[in-house]
């Protein structure tokens, strides 16, 4: 199985500040097609997840431009330029590159 | 518009088999490439893929669990079935459908809770 890690797992963030959360694969995760399979999803309290990002950078319909991926290989990102109140939860990546798919552990995003 | 939505027991006893229901609309399972998916989340912990059943009936599984699992659909009905044998106390989880084209959309989850 790929293995996916998050850092950090915690991440207290001033509103209004950029809030930023590293992703890396045990394996690179570019497919045989040669997309990246690489996502983001955003899981308020209570609610399930939400997907944020597909495929490394691509904005989900309905998601503010103040979230972002980036990344190739086995390193990626999320960036969230100015944080909001409504960002609090816990963040996963997801790689869907490889059968079984797998998430990270998460990220907790908090306000300071 | 997609919508998918879980059902089943809310409470198991241990060594019994789950059966959990995802009724799904919006799009078909008769259509090339779509699937639909069974992911888990303990309470306080992270996402965990169970199983995803295709169009044609192609299944996959977690390495993990696969001796435990039984995935299949009804296409008739809009529906995928998610059997688990043998529950444990942890495998106390809300119990998540999905579309498995790009995970875009999600059920509200089924809390489950295996306990004598």
């Known amino acids: 199985d790929i293995v996916m890690t998050q850092t950090p797992l915690s991440s207290p963030v001033t509103l209004g500040q950029p809030a930023s959360i590293s992703c890396r694969s045990s394996?690179?995760?570019?497919?045989?097609?040669?997309?990246?399979?690489l996502s983001w999803l955003q899981q308020r309290p209570g609610q399930p997840p939400r997907l944020l990002i597909y495929?490394?950078?691509n904005r989900f319909s309905g998601v503010p431009d103040r979230f972002s991926g980036s990344g190739a290989g086995t390193d990626f990102t999320l960036k969230i330029s100015r944080v909001e109140a409504e960002d609090v939860g816990i963040y996963y990546c997801?790689?869907?590159?490889?059968?079984?798919?797998?998430f990270g552990q998460g990220t907790r995003l908090e306000i300071k | 518009q997609i919508t998918l939505k879980e059902s089943g027991p809310t409470l198991v006893k241990p060594t019994q088999t789950l059966t959990l229901t995802c009724t799904f609309s919006?799009?078909?399972?008769?259509?090339?490439?779509?699937?639909v998916a069974w992911i888990r989340q303990p309470p306080g912990k992270a996402l965990e893929w169970l199983a995803l059943?295709?169009?044609?009936?192609?299944?996959r599984y977690s390495p993990s669990l696969k001796s435990r699992l039984t995935i299949t659909k009804d296409t008739s009905k809009n529906q995928v079935v998610l059997t688990m044998t043998n529950m444990d106390p942890v495998d106390t989880a809300t119990y998540y459908c999905?579309?498995?084209?790009?995970?875009?959309?999600w059920g509200q989850g089924t809390l489950v809770t295996v306990s004598s």
């Open positions: 495929k490394i950078s």
């Open positions: 997801m790689q869907a590159t490889q059968s079984p798919i797998t």
């Open positions: 394996q690179s995760l570019v497919h045989s097609d040669k997309n990246t399979y």
């Open positions: 919006g799009f078909s399972l008769n259509t090339y490439g779509v699937g």
């Open positions: 999905a579309h498995a084209n790009g995970y875009q959309y």
């Open positions: 059943i295709y169009w044609d009936d192609d299944k």
